[in-house]
């Protein structure tokens, strides 16, 4: 059973526009980080969030905390070729960081 | 952000054969490392917790005795993959936590590929 789910799992759009990527468990996290992979090399963590509707901003990237602490979103604005990567949400429900719970990820291509 | 290498980056080795792959804490120290396998296309698996100066806690269905690990410092952690076959091919990341004050998180290495011929 995965305790994180995500959508979509494939995404494929051009230079400019917007999308928002969705992480969703029916379990609480004290925390929830988020990740982009590119291939071939490990994750690297873009946000932690911690309060339930903590909203972060990381440029054009923002991303949001449910308030139960169940779920978090990603939006990207203007999306650029830079972006493309896979981007998986991972919650940790102990609050030490410990085996964090990672989603089924994202995969995202932008396309000039 | 906190740094985490891996070394080496790609390894080809012959079945049977044993390969050590190491990971570092750069700029911190990491009482708790992780080591990770993906496969192609999918999520990351959890495969052990490495706590310096104790043994490793592996998850299920992972072999302790086949996918050794060593935890000797505070900023050196060893994952050994014993008797490798084909199957073993995959990619392996480690990963350290690091405390954030209220809270913590866990910084990736470049991850390994390891192809067993």
């Known amino acids: 059973t995965q305790l994180l789910e995500q959508s979509p799992q494939f995404l494929s759009i051009q230079e400019g526009e917007n999308l928002t990527v969705y992480c969703n468990s029916s379990s609480v996290f004290s925390s929830l980080q988020w990740y982009r992979q590119e291939p071939g090399e490990g994750p690297v963590l873009l946000v932690t969030?911690?309060?339930?509707?903590e909203v972060k901003k990381l440029k054009r990237l923002t991303f949001q905390f449910g308030d139960a602490r169940k779920d978090s979103s990603l939006h990207i604005t203007a999306a650029q070729p830079g972006d493309t990567g896979l981007y998986l949400c991972a919650g940790d429900r102990t609050g030490t960081a410990s085996k964090l719970t990672f989603g089924t990820g994202t995969r995202l291509q932008v396309t000039l | 952000g906190a740094v985490v290498s891996q070394h080496p980056s790609r390894v080809i080795c012959k079945s049977g054969t044993s390969v050590k792959i190491e990971c570092r804490s750069l700029d911190f120290q990491a009482t708790t490392m992780f080591w990770y396998r993906q496969f192609p296309k999918q999520s990351l698996m959890l495969m052990a917790t490495s706590n310096e100066g104790s043994k490793a806690t592996y998850e299920q269905g992972v072999e302790k005795d086949k996918f050794l690990i060593n935890h000797a410092s505070l900023t050196l952690s060893t994952l050994t993959v014993t008797s490798a076959h084909p199957e073993d091919s995959s990619f392996y990341i480690c990963s350290a936590r690091f405390s954030g004050g209220l809270y913590y998180e866990q910084y990736f290495g470049p991850g390994t590929r390891l192809t067993v011929t």
């Open positions: 969030v911690v309060t339930g509707g």
